[in-house]
């Protein structure tokens, strides 16, 4: 299926590794110019020269840290100096602090509502008036899961990405008239940095090995094993395609079944 993706422009944010690099690398494969940042810039670098040597794509890898306002707008001006326009907006950020209530404190529920809320926030504000332009746009926000059933000990994750879906659906009814279409992907259970430091932490705090409670996880999983991330990055790279252009408000989970719920 030709996914009508090349020559597009795209931001994904929180790029350097995990899902993050997974979506880049697959819309890069289609011919989509790249913007890519995180905070480390020997990872980020060293990200964009391997996905231009995959793949011969411009990609631009800017260094920011998401939770700073003001290093967001310099992202999103470096970004429209480049190239004039964000035809597609991957927003994605490091996960929130794990803990219980007990275990977190103001700063903790602050830096977690600039990172994972008040960057989508940003991000979409910067990028809806090229989109308006063009009369053409797609917003991709990628959230957890945890919109729909909490996960134990992620409290931040569980009260501030549902704020992130209640933004997708409302920008998804007031942008539908300008052909701009803003939809939020839910990834469940899929192999990262980001994962394994939460076995490390979750093993500290049970006295279980990783490996016992990886396997614990899994038996919640139907498909009966973890994701990859090239799997979250195909449904991605879908939603931001000419192939999918009557989809829009949805919150798609990427989770080989976990969800239990109906909705
Ligand atoms: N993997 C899963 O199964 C899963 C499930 C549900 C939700 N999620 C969520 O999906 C997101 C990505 O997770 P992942 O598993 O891909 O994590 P990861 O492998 O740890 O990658 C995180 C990426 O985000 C960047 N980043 C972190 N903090 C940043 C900041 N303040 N500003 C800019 N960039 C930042 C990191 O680079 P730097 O550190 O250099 O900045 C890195 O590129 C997280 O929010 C996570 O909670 C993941």
């Keep these: 299926m030709d996914l009508g993706l090349k020559d597009r422009v795209a931001l994904v944010t929180a790029s350097s590794k995990g899902l993050g690099r997974a979506v880049a690398w697959s819309l890069a494969r289609e011919g989509t110019k790249l913007v890519i940042c995180s905070?480390?810039?020997?990872?980020?670098?060293?990200?964009?020269?391997?996905?231009?040597?995959?793949?011969?794509v411009s990609v631009f890898p800017l260094a920011v840290d998401l939770s700073e306002a003001d290093q967001v707008e310099w992202l999103m001006d470096e970004t429209l100096d480049l190239f004039g326009r964000v035809d597609i907006l991957v927003t994605n950020a490091g996960g929130p602090k794990p803990g219980n209530f007990t275990d977190l404190e103001e700063a903790d529920w602050m830096h977690a509502i600039q990172l994972n809320?008040?960057?989508?926030?940003?991000?979409?504000?910067?990028?809806?008036?090229s989109m308006k332009k063009n009369n053409w746009g797609r917003i991709i926000n990628l959230a957890s899961v945890s919109v729909k059933q909490p996960i134990d000990n992620l409290f931040l994750s569980n009260t501030?990405?549902?704020?992130?879906?209640?933004?997708t659906?409302?920008?998804?009814?007031?942008?539908?008239?300008?052909?701009?279409?803003?939809?939020?992907?839910?990834?469940g259970y899929i192999l990262t940095d980001r994962?394994?430091?939460?076995?490390?932490?979750?093993?500290k705090q049970?006295?279980?090995?990783?490996?016992?409670?990886?396997?614990?996880?899994?038996?919640?999983?139907?498909?009966?094993?973890i994701g990859?991330?090239?799997?979250l990055a195909n449904m991605v790279a879908f939603l931001a395609s000419d192939r999918a252009s009557y989809i829009t408000g949805t919150t798609i989970p990427v989770d080989g079944g976990?969800?239990?719920g109906l909705m």
């Design 228 to 231: 990859d991330p090239g799997e």
């Design 195 to 203: 994962v394994e430091q939460l076995l490390e932490a979750k093993s």
């Design 39 to 56: 905070r480390n810039k020997d990872i980020l670098e060293k990200t964009a020269d391997d996905i231009f040597l995959g793949t011969g």
């Design 117 to 129: 809320l008040m960057s989508v926030v940003r991000l979409c504000r910067a990028v809806i008036p």
């Design 160 to 167: 501030i990405r549902p704020g992130v879906i209640g933004l």
């Design 169 to 187: 659906k409302s920008l998804s009814q007031e942008l539908a008239r300008y052909n701009i279409l803003v939809n939020a992907v839910c990834p």
């Design 258 to 260: 976990m969800i239990k």
């Design 206 to 225: 049970t006295g279980q090995s990783t490996e016992e409670l990886k396997t614990a996880r899994i038996a919640d999983i139907p498909l009966g094993r």
